[in-house]
């Protein structure tokens, strides 16, 4: 860091957590900038020591971001309590955290970074960042539900319908479905709709990352010409 960077883009930066928040953390007053509690909208210039909680925080120089295939029962959150969390389950020796979520009976795809302005960009669900899924259901998949799904769902339980979005068969039982948003169980939600049960939900891109050949439970590091894609993906 060679300028002052406001502290709630600070924190993010430095892989503790989202703006947003970095926003509430200071509101709460968890957050100190050379001994004293931070405010909204201040600070950090080089060579201050800033503290959140009893811990202090320091830029990570170093851009990690991960492509993780995440198996079933594997939750994606940072709570500790959860014995099943994703960073645990992971073990990566660096503190890195999920981009967005990715349900507990799902797998597939789960971006992980220490980068918060990253995780930010890609979350965002004004850009329409497209998500590709290979979905099971319970019965026949129909040309008549698939142009439905595509046409946008109205979800009553979350009062907002969804995107209209790209679907097609791949199988007797089985399709691909490509979102630009992330309700809370969207896909699910959207089956149940017209009678149908997910059986099993892959998660197998994200933007420009591909799951590919990953096997279940590994991650590998996203760089090199991938990483330059996604950035510009990112900028325009």
Do not use: W
């Not at 509101?27 to 509690?37: A, D, E, F, L, P």
């Not at 790209?166 to 992330?182: A, P």
């Not at 050949?213 to 900028?235: A, H």
Request: charged residues 30%.
């Amino acid at each position: 860091m060679t300028e002052p960077i406001r502290i709630n883009k600070y924190l993010s930066e430095a892989g503790i957590c989202s703006r947003r928040e970095a926003d509430r953390q200071i509101q709460r007053g968890m957050v100190t900038i050379n001994g004293s509690t931070a405010g909204m909208g201040d600070k950090v210039c080089p060579g201050d020591v800033v503290m959140y909680g009893k811990k202090p925080v320091s830029m990570e120089e170093e851009v990690i971001l991960l492509a993780v295939n995440k198996p079933p029962g594997i939750v994606c959150t940072l709570e500790k309590r959860e014995k099943d969390n994703i960073v645990d389950f992971i073990g990566y020796p660096k503190r890195i955290y999920p981009i967005g979520r990715l349900d507990k009976s799902s797998h597939g795809l789960i971006l992980m970074t220490n980068q918060g302005e990253l995780a930010n960009q890609i979350m965002r669900s004004r850009n329409y960042h497209e998500k590709e899924y290979i979905v099971k259901v319970n019965k026949d998949v129909t040309e008549d539900f698939l142009r439905k799904m595509s046409d946008g769902v109205y979800l009553e339980e979350l009062k907002t319908a969804t995107r209209p979005c790209q679907s097609e068969k791949v199988g007797k039982r089985t399709f691909r479905i490509i979102l630009t948003q992330g309700l809370n169980r969207q896909i699910r939600r959207m089956c149940e709709q017209f009678g149908y049960r997910v059986v099993d939900l892959k998660r197998v891109r994200i933007m420009n990352i591909r799951l590919g050949d990953l096997k279940e439970g590994t991650y590998r590091k996203v760089s090199g010409q991938e990483f330059k894609e996604l950035k510009e993906q990112l900028e325009q």
